[in-house]
T-cell receptor, first 109, second 117 residues
Framework: GQNIDQPTEMTATEGAIVQINCTYQTSGFNGLFWYQQHAGEAPTFLSYNVLDGLEEKGRFSSFLSRSKGYSYLLLKELQMKDSASYLCAVQDSNYQLIWGAGTKLIIKP | GAVVSQHPSWVICKSGTSVKIECRSLDFQATTMFWYRQFPKQSLMLMATSNEGSKATYEQGVEKDKFLINHASLTLSTLTVTSAHPEDSSFYIC?????????????FGPGTRLTVT
């Protein structure tokens, strides 16, 4: 079966760095996405990785290792507005998105 | 960036009635649209995938006769919840993708919150 695992909840301090991990087992791989979702809102796109390595975009970076079925989202200089759920999604061989359950990130002052 | 709109943003209806939700891609042509449902504190659940001009493909456990999907044009898909019941109350989100661009990102609409009383 297809499976995406990520922690249910994480807590971090404003100004700090946090890493949210995602491991996956899917039938085929055509890229991994990270989305941010604030409560009551639709997800918004953060990053897309299809090749191994680190993609940096401002305060957010995303890493992928296809051989390990592993990705992480790194958030630097945390701000209170970063409190949200972070969703990991893998595109399988049919270009269907398989979603993780999301990681709720709580930022404390 | 690509914009997807949904209408209405929220709706309250009585049990037994039908509700139609529209999803539009505003500045691109969506060859594929997806409909998701999300219950509180849960992740997105894909309900169906629709390609323009063809019948929608429903996920296992989703009743196609209850959730009618029409994707009549490259910019519009509709989801009709027929004979709604309180258990259908949820956050319905559509997303759209233009595969011809060669980039597989799904652009999400803002969601529609449905409450069935």
């Amino acid at each position: 079966g297809q499976n995406i695992d990520q922690p249910t909840e994480m807590t971090a301090t404003e100004g700090a760095i946090v890493q949210i991990n995602c491991t996956y087992q899917t039938s085929g791989f055509n890229g991994l996405f990270w989305y941010q979702q604030h409560a009551g809102e639709a997800p918004t796109f953060l990053s897309y990785n299809v090749l191994d390595g680190l993609e940096e975009k401002g305060r957010f970076s995303s890493f992928l290792s296809r051989s390990k079925g592993y990705s992480y989202l790194l958030l630097k200089e945390l701000q209170m507005k970063d409190s949200a759920s972070y969703l990991c999604a893998v595109q399988d061989s049919n270009y269907q998105l398989i979603w993780g359950a999301g990681t709720k990130l709580i930022i404390k002052p | 960036g690509a914009v997807v709109s949904q209408h209405p943003s929220w709706v309250i209806c009585k049990s037994g009635t039908s509700v139609k939700i529209e999803c539009r891609s505003l500045d691109f042509q969506a060859t594929t649209m997806f409909w998701y449902r999300q219950f509180p504190k849960q992740s997105l659940m894909l309900m169906a995938t629709s390609n323009e001009g063809s019948k929608a493909t429903y996920e296992q456990g989703v009743e196609k006769d209850k959730f009618l999907i029409n994707h009549a044009s490259l910019t519009l898909s509709t989801l009709t919840v027929t004979s709604a019941h309180p258990e259908d109350s949820s956050f319905y989100i559509c997303s759209a993708r233009d595969v011809r661009e060669g980039f597989w990102e799904q652009y999400f609409g803002p969601g529609t919150r449905l409450t069935v009383t």
